[in-house]
């Protein structure tokens, strides 16, 4: 559900994932819900989305960087992240437009995914 959500949001506001715009107000609070249902939380500046990843142990933990290390290089968008024994922390936000972007939702849907 999230999922889907997330990319019809991103349909319907035309920025795809080929544009990089910074989301309006109306788009945040709109696509808000879906991330904290999906285990992320706005920052207390507004600018960025958090989450952390628990693991069964450090080699899955691990793993789960390295494919979203591939992620991020191929759309050229890296999550500012730590990694200690089973467990990542990501924060998420894109520096170019002050604040969260269609790359974030993107980057956020794929970690969503793989961790499963």
């Given amino acids: ?45 507004g600018d960025a989305i958090e989450r952390i990843f628990t693991f069964s142990d450090s080699n899955e933990a691990f793993g789960f960087m390295t494919r979203c290390a591939l992620k991020a290089e191929s759309i050229n968008h890296h999550p500012k992240w730590s990694n200690v024994y089973n467990r990542v922390a990501v924060t998420l936000t894109t520096h170019d437009v002050g604040g969260l972007s269609n790359l974030d939702l993107n980057m956020a849907v794929f970690m969503v995914e793989l961790a499963g």
């Fill in 1 to 45: 559900m999230f999922v889907r959500f997330i990319v019809l949001l991103l349909v319907s506001f035309n920025q795809g994932f080929a544009k990089t715009c910074k989301l309006s107000e109306a788009e945040l609070s709109q696509a808000l819900p879906h991330l904290e249902a999906a285990g992320w939380a706005l920052t207390e500046t």
